[in-house]
């Protein structure tokens, strides 16, 4: 009987510890990946300021994904973008806008544009300049 309570309580420890650990992975995934996809962003945006040309962009279409983030709304915009040189091309980019900045963002409306030239039908290489 003695061996059978010492083997509970081993048992017990070890379910303890194995869910502490697994709690530990959890929290720090949850945290660790939001910042990991924010610094990403980040950084994608400041080499698009530092390698990109500017442009301007007219918005031909703009719609409400139905998602939202911190509040801020995600929406789907085809715009026609005109560089410096070249023909003007139509893209769809998703983004989320600041709700601040929404009526900067309306169909019809002409917006200022950084485009990374080695792909710039790629819309991760495309990014308004909103005020």
């Known amino acids: 009987m003695e061996l ?4 509970s309580i081993l048992f017990t420890i070890l379910m303890v510890c194995g869910s502490l650990l697994c709690t530990g992975v959890i929290v720090a995934a949850s945290i660790g990946i939001p910042i990991y996809f924010m610094r990403n962003n980040q950084k994608r945006a400041q080499e698009l300021v530092e390698k990109g040309t500017q442009g301007e962009a007219t918005i031909l279409s703009l719609q409400d994904t139905g998602m939202r ?23 769809t980019k998703i983004m989320t806008v600041p709700i601040i900045r929404l009526s900067q963002v309306q ?23 909103l005020k």
Do not use: C, F, H, W
Request: hydrophobic share 45%; no cysteine.
């Open 4 to 7: 059978l309570a010492g083997g």
């Open 69 to 91: 983030i911190n509040d801020n709304p995600r929406v789907t915009l085809v715009l026609e973008i005109r560089m410096p040189y070249g023909a003007p091309y139509q893209l």
């Open 107 to 129: 169909v019809g409306a002409v917006v200022p544009v950084m485009v990374d030239m080695s792909d710039p039908t790629n819309p991760d290489k495309v990014g308004l300049l």
